[in-house]
């Protein structure tokens, strides 16, 4: 089964600066048609998770040009240009390569 | 618009089984794919298995496999998670999601793009 790891665990920003959260795969997610088999979630406080990027680097409808994603292979990167208030939460990292599908342990965002 | 309704809530006893509903709704029924995440408290999502409406196909977590029936009412547009054996260990919020794409056999990429509000499971003697 692949493993997904990310770092950090908890990650305290200031409002308005950046906030980049690392996830690692037991093995490579990049397939041979190009893409990243990765999706990121952010789980708000009481909420149900919600998708903020799939294959890597394709924003979910709705979602700010603030959150990118990117990497390749085993290491990718979820980035937040300018935190705001309503970021907070859990996000997630998951990888949809192959079953059964798993997800990273979360790291939690919060407002200094 | 698209809706998973799930139920509030139940408690178990160890080694009884839990059936948990999701309603949904705004969608072509059979066309996507529905997932199972569970969330212990306090504690991180955990992928526990996906079904298709269309042909009832199924793939689950090695973790629960043997415990967990993934079944659909197309009539209902309703999809059912049952998990027998209960433990101390499964007490969670289990979520329904939607998958994205649709397909009948789970292959890469299934992200959920819409969740249900999750229903709680509390298993105590």
């Known amino acids: 089964d692949i493993v997904m790891t990310q770092s950090p665990l908890s990650l305290p920003v200031t409002p308005g600066e950046p906030a980049s959260i690392s996830c690692r795969s037991s093995?490579?997610?990049?397939?041979?048609?190009?893409?990243?088999?990765i999706d990121w979630y952010l789980q708000k406080p009481g909420q149900s998770p919600q998708l903020l990027i799939n294959l890597g680097s394709h924003r979910a409808s709705g979602v700010p040009d603030r959150f990118r994603g990117s990497g390749s292979g085993t290491d990718y990167t979820l980035k937040i240009n300018r935190v705001e208030a309503e970021d907070v939460g859990v996000y997630y990292c998951m990888q949809t390569l192959e079953a059964p599908y798993s997800f990273g342990q979360g790291t939690k965002l919060e407002i200094k | 618009q698209v809706q998973l309704l799930q139920s509030g809530g139940e408690v178990k006893k160890p080694g009884a089984s839990v059936k948990v509903p999701c309603k949904t709704s705004g969608y072509t029924f059979t066309s996507y794919g529905i997932t199972w995440v569970r969330q212990a408290p306090g504690q991180g999502l955990e992928w526990l298995g996906w079904i298709s409406p269309y042909d009832g196909n199924t793939k689950s977590s090695e973790k629960v496999q043997g415990r967990l029936t993934m079944t659909t009412d197309t009539s209902s547009t309703t999809v059912y998670m049952e998990l027998g054996s209960l433990t101390s260990a499964d007490t969670a919020v289990y979520f329904c999601?939607?998958?994205?794409?649709?397909?009948?056999?789970?292959?890469?990429?299934?992200?959920?793009?819409?969740w249900g509000k999750g229903t709680t499971v509390t298993v105590s003697s």
């Open positions: 999601a939607k998958v994205g794409v649709p397909g009948t056999i789970l292959g890469r990429g299934y992200y959920m793009d819409v």
């Open positions: 093995q490579s997610l990049l397939h041979n048609n190009g893409y990243n088999y």
